[in-house]
Protein backbone atom coordinates (compact mmCIF):
# COMPACT_ATOMS: atom_id res chain seq x y z
CA UNK A 1 0.00 0.00 0.00
CA UNK A 2 2.85 2.67 0.42
CA UNK A 3 4.97 1.51 -2.58
CA UNK A 4 7.60 0.57 -0.34
CA UNK A 5 9.59 -2.25 0.09
CA UNK A 6 9.97 -4.10 3.50
CA UNK A 7 13.56 -3.20 3.29
CA UNK A 8 12.75 0.06 2.43
CA UNK A 9 10.13 0.45 5.18
CA UNK A 10 12.32 -0.43 7.64
CA UNK A 11 14.92 1.92 6.82
CA UNK A 12 12.54 4.58 7.28
CA UNK A 13 10.90 3.42 10.32
CA UNK A 14 12.60 5.79 12.61
CA UNK A 15 11.20 8.57 10.16
CA UNK A 16 8.80 10.89 11.73
CA UNK A 17 6.99 11.50 8.10
CA UNK A 18 6.79 7.70 7.84
CA UNK A 19 5.73 7.03 11.07
CA UNK A 20 2.89 10.49 10.41
CA UNK A 21 2.04 8.42 7.62
CA UNK A 22 1.52 5.19 9.41
CA UNK A 23 -0.85 6.90 11.95
CA UNK A 24 -2.83 8.28 9.01
CA UNK A 25 -3.09 5.39 7.49
CA UNK A 26 -4.43 3.48 10.66
CA UNK A 27 -6.83 6.72 11.56
CA UNK A 28 -8.72 6.11 8.14
CA UNK A 29 -9.74 2.65 8.80
CA UNK A 30 -11.41 2.72 12.87
CA UNK A 31 -11.37 -0.86 12.74
CA UNK A 32 -7.52 -1.30 12.44
CA UNK A 33 -7.19 2.01 14.65
CA UNK A 34 -9.00 0.38 17.61
CA UNK A 35 -7.20 -3.16 16.67
CA UNK A 36 -3.67 -1.25 16.92
CA UNK A 37 -4.78 0.63 19.91
CA UNK A 38 -5.88 -2.14 22.01
CA UNK A 39 -3.45 -4.04 20.86
CA UNK A 40 -0.53 -1.78 22.02
CA UNK A 41 -2.46 -0.34 24.81
CA UNK A 42 -2.59 3.20 23.61
CA UNK A 43 -6.07 5.44 23.92
CA UNK A 44 -7.08 6.06 20.38
CA UNK A 45 -7.69 9.69 21.20
CA UNK A 46 -3.52 9.92 21.48
CA UNK A 47 -3.38 8.90 17.61
CA UNK A 48 -4.27 12.76 16.28
CA UNK A 49 -1.67 14.29 18.86
CA UNK A 50 1.26 12.06 17.98
CA UNK A 51 0.47 12.32 14.14
CA UNK A 52 0.75 16.23 14.45
CA UNK A 53 3.81 16.39 16.65
CA UNK A 54 5.53 13.84 14.17
CA UNK A 55 4.14 15.93 11.13
CA UNK A 56 6.20 18.99 12.65
CA UNK A 57 2.98 20.25 15.03
CA UNK A 58 3.65 21.71 18.35
CA UNK A 59 1.23 20.75 21.39
CA UNK A 60 -0.52 18.22 20.20
CA UNK A 61 -3.88 18.66 18.42
CA UNK A 62 -5.85 17.01 15.84
CA UNK A 63 -5.16 15.76 12.23
CA UNK A 64 -4.34 18.62 9.86
Given at each position: ???????EL??HA??????????????SD???????????????????????????????????
Amino acid sequence: MTGMSPEELRTHAEDPSTLAAVLDHLASDESLLLVFTSETGIAPEDIGPARHLLAGGAGGGGFD
